[in-house]
């Protein structure tokens, strides 16, 4: 019987550890690295970041400023798209269009850029919808450390830390997703990249540190 239950339980881890390898996705705890959730509005980096070339800190200036890098305030968003209403392929296929057939180009306005102006309650003409209040656009957020963690954007942004160093190669991305772990194995890595200057014994508290050394200890990020 106990012969039974051992070969029982032998075959149940196999037939586990197999489906795991066939799917391709072993992580570990807490690892949301490949999360791309859907956004109310269909932004997309790959345009902005890479082909527009906007700098991330334009739309998400709380980086430099705060902890938080911040997900941008609609109000970002109209300083481009007050005027831009449609991307450029839809504008000239309306001016072909207006040629073509000998009448007055009409205003071109994206799908994806008229459910931001409902958001803001305005109207064909973005102007202020009478009785209707403006909201904030739901924006799924994709990154996010436990609280039990700290971190501060100032300090790896003044240190020259590119964007990409953490979140990957946003400017090709047509859905945001988090690239990278964010486990503290992962953090504690780049930290150690920085180590004590060479002939320094590794932790000595009095010897020479080079210039971007920067914390392993645990107080740095739980405290």
Known sequence: MALQRWIFGLSTFAIGAAAIALDGDVRGEGDHSGYAPVQPIAFSHRLHAGELQIACQYCHYGAETSRHAGIPASSICMNCHQVVRAGMDAVLAEKAAAELEQRQVRPVESVELRKLYDFLALDSELKPLPGRAPLAVPWQRVHALPDFVYFDHRAHVSRGVAC?????????????????????????????????????AAGAPDGPRLEEHVSTDCVACHY
């Open 164 to 200: 990409e160093t953490c979140h990957g190669q946003v400017q090709a991305m047509e859905r945001m997703r988090q690239e990278s772990t964010l486990s503290m194995g992962w953090c504690v890595a780049c930290h150690r990249a920085s180590s004590p200057a060479l002939g320094t």
